[in-house]
């Protein structure tokens, strides 16, 4: 049975290790072989029906719903909180990864020299480099970045380290907790790009001595774009004068006082006005199946489909730009090849979706994937064999 074109599966029935029931969640893959988690994710069900809730309820009922949806919002916020092992007072929304980025580059302008890594998407780096920080750059080590390559750059000028969870070219997952550590040894600030794991690599911003965290809900975590949040410690939240403000930033917005204010000493200070609705409500439909779903279920499903997919394309004798331990694995390979973009082409006719990054066809592989569509990739690779 289907409703508005979704398959119906009760909520109650998605289960771990259900995977086809997962996958049914994701209309978008009865029509394509998305291989393409990387560079946005189909939203998943739970996301879309939530995102649309809003809608319709403006539509029928205009502003008269404003107090539910504040306090629905606020559920959100616990969740996304509880799914990073935050407090939800360090936790906010942002339109995007960049945003929140530039937010916590103008949050901490009195420090000027940044240390970040060579291969970083241009959301971890611009916004530092606009506010004139200082900013060096980390080589790769064949795609990885070691404590030993960091020990060797830091000078005492640097104050912050700025890093991906996973990098987005070559899919190398970073050991946060192992960085947080360097981080607090060498006393320098921890901030996170983590939009290209969140939602199936498990992160728990306490544990990994994590300062600042941004992400995307675009990618794994399947909440569509504009779904996006950031998080900032406790201890720095008092510590610093937040860069922007509006009428939501105070403690008391309710009072409509253009005059007299005093902040909230909170994350969500930073959203200053109005909240996007339908976005953080679809982010919380996401969370809310991928909790149900689990958080080490997700990873193992993706790091599964990952080596079954590198596998198969060394049986095949493709060329696998990177191969990396499972506790540096992603769910992202690349394939070396001059080209990409034509590859890209041939194979979006044929219903198959890639990316291409640099000198690499990205494959990306998220919960929603199966073995057959690794398999349908590569029997159409084998195909256009003469392209890589």
């Known amino acids: 049975m289907k409703q508005n074109g979704i398959p119906v599966v009760k909520f109650s029935m998605v289960r771990k290790y259900d995977w086809p029931a997962i996958r049914s969640r994701f209309p978008a893959c009865s029509r394509f072989t998305y291989l393409n988690a990387a560079g946005g994710s189909p939203m998943c069900a739970e996301a879309s029906v939530e995102g649309k809730r809003y809608f319709d309820e403006m539509l029928l009922y205009g502003d008269s719903c404003w107090d539910e949806w504040i306090e629905r919002s606020e559920i959100v916020r616990n969740k996304l909180a509880t799914f990073i092992g935050a407090s939800k007072e360090e936790v906010g929304f942002s339109?995007?990864?960049?945003?929140?980025?530039?937010?916590?580059?103008?949050?901490?302008?009195?420090?000027?020299?940044?240390?970040?890594?060579?291969?970083?998407?241009?959301?971890?780096?611009?916004?530092?480099?606009?506010?004139?920080?200082?900013?060096?750059?980390?080589?790769?080590?064949?795609?990885?970045?070691?404590?030993?390559?960091?020990?060797?750059?830091?000078?005492?000028?640097?104050?912050?380290?700025?890093?991906?969870?996973?990098?987005?070219?070559?899919?190398?997952?970073?050991?946060?907790?192992?960085?947080?550590?360097?981080?607090?040894?060498?006393?320098?600030?921890?901030?996170?790009?983590?939009?290209?794991?969140?939602?199936?690599?498990?992160?728990?911003?306490?544990?990994?001595?994590?300062?600042?965290?941004?992400?995307?809900?675009?990618?794994?975590?399947?909440?569509?774009?504009?779904?996006?949040?950031?998080?900032?410690?406790?201890?720095?939240?008092?510590?610093?004068?937040?860069?922007?403000?509006?009428?939501?930033?105070?403690?008391?917005?309710?009072?409509?006082?253009?005059?007299?204010?005093?902040?909230?000493?909170?994350?969500?200070?930073?959203?200053?006005?109005?909240?996007?609705?339908?976005?953080?409500?679809?982010?919380?439909?996401?969370?809310?199946?991928?909790?149900?779903?689990?958080?080490d279920a997700c990873m193992n499903r993706v790091l599964f489909l990952s080596r079954l997919l590198e596998d198969s394309l060394f049986e095949q004798g493709f060329p696998v730009m990177y191969s990396f331990p499972d506790e540096h694995r992603s769910g992202i390979i690349m394939i070396l090849t001059s080209n990409a973009r034509t590859l890209v082409s041939e194979l979006s006719r044929r219903g198959i979706l890639v990316s291409a990054r640099g000198e690499g066809l990205r494959v990306s592989v998220n919960i929603y994937n199966n073995e057959s569509d690794i398999n349908t990739f590569i029997t159409a690779l084998v195909e256009l064999r003469s392209l890589v």
């Open 95 to 295: 339109p995007n990864t960049s945003t929140a980025m530039g937010i916590i580059a103008h949050l901490l302008k009195d420090r000027h020299a940044v240390l970040t890594m060579d291969e970083e998407f241009p959301s971890s780096t611009i916004p530092w480099i606009n506010q004139h920080y200082d900013v060096d750059f980390i080589k790769s080590e064949n795609g990885t970045y070691t404590i030993k390559s960091l020990e060797k750059a830091i000078r005492p000028e640097h104050k912050i380290l700025v890093a991906s969870h996973v990098q987005y070219k070559s899919g190398f997952r970073q050991n946060l907790s192992d960085l947080g550590n360097f981080c607090q040894s060498a006393n320098l600030l921890f901030v996170v790009n983590a939009t290209q794991g969140m939602g199936v690599f498990p992160i728990d911003v306490t544990k990994n001595r994590i300062d600042f965290m941004v992400f995307s809900g675009l990618k794994w975590a399947c909440a569509g774009y504009g779904a996006a949040g950031m998080f900032i410690s406790r201890k720095l939240l008092q510590s610093y004068q937040i860069p922007i403000a509006g009428w939501r930033s105070v403690q008391s917005p309710e009072l409509m006082d253009n005059r007299m204010y005093k902040l909230k000493s909170e994350t969500s200070a930073l959203e200053a006005g109005s909240p996007s609705f339908p976005t953080v409500f679809a982010l919380g439909g996401a969370l809310d199946l991928l909790t149900r779903i689990g958080r």
